[in-house]
């Protein structure tokens, strides 16, 4: 056999060999969907620069399930949280949230409400960002980590997508993916 022949052969088979090395990898690595089969609530890429915290994950909800687009953005911060009363009062909320993420100005429309989901202290406060778009986060904690959920509408968040939001949060793959974490 040629020996120009016997490299080309041998570079064809590396080229295979790590091409499908890296499918498996995407496929055996990529994350596992946190959405139930028949739910509202699709999955989508994380859309923020890296920060000082783990990626999240992020979905989103159809305007005809939830009365207008709706995108949530979901992680777990660890150590960020009081290891006690978790996530008790605004200044709290305030603390952890990911606000900042959606833009730089934002306006709180009010006192957050208490919460409760899968055993935390949580919150849930209702924001106006500059460009008009409704945001809502929802922030718990124990174990001294903070789980935070934003969710934004490019007008409002009816009660419909709130309770879609709650469904999304207390569905098991999501309680399961949230313990993982350390949340």
């Given at each position: ?5 016997v490299i080309a ?5 590396a080229a295979?060999v790590?091409?499908?090395?890296f499918?498996g990898?995407r496929i055996?690595?990529?994350?596992v969907?946190l959405v139930?089969?028949?739910s509202v609530?699709?999955?989508a890429a994380w859309?923020?620069l890296r920060d ?7 979905f989103?909800c159809?305007?005809a ?10 992680r ?12 008790a ?8 949230s990911?606000?900042?993420l959606m ?7 009010g006192?957050g409400e208490?919460q409760g989901?899968a ?13 008009g778009?409704?945001?809502?986060v ?7 980590n903070?789980f ?7 007008h ?10 709650r ?5 098991p793959?999501?309680?399961r993916?949230?313990a993982?974490?350390g949340?």
């Amino acid at each position: 056999m040629r020996p120009g022949l016997v490299i080309a052969l041998a570079f064809a088979l590396a080229a295979l060999v790590g091409g499908l090395g890296f499918l498996g990898a995407r496929i055996f690595l990529a994350p596992v969907s946190l959405v139930e089969d028949g739910s509202v609530w699709r999955d989508a890429a994380w859309p923020f620069l890296r920060d000082g915290w783990p990626s999240g994950r992020a979905f989103r909800c159809d305007a005809a399930a939830c009365g207008e687009e709706v995108m949530v953005y979901a992680r777990v911060k660890k150590g960020m949280c009081d290891c006690v009363a978790g996530v008790a009062d605004d200044e709290d909320l305030e603390r952890v949230s990911d606000a900042g993420l959606m833009s730089p100005r934002v306006t709180a429309e009010g006192a957050g409400e208490p919460q409760g989901l899968a055993g935390m202290n949580a919150r849930l406060r209702r924001y106006r960002l500059d460009s008009g778009a409704a945001l809502a986060v929802f922030a718990g904690g124990r174990n001294c980590n903070a789980f935070v959920a934003m969710a934004t509408a490019r007008h409002d968040l009816s009660p419909q997508s709130l309770e879609a939001l709650r469904s999304l949060l207390e569905a098991p793959p999501m309680l399961r993916w949230i313990a993982r974490q350390g949340g």
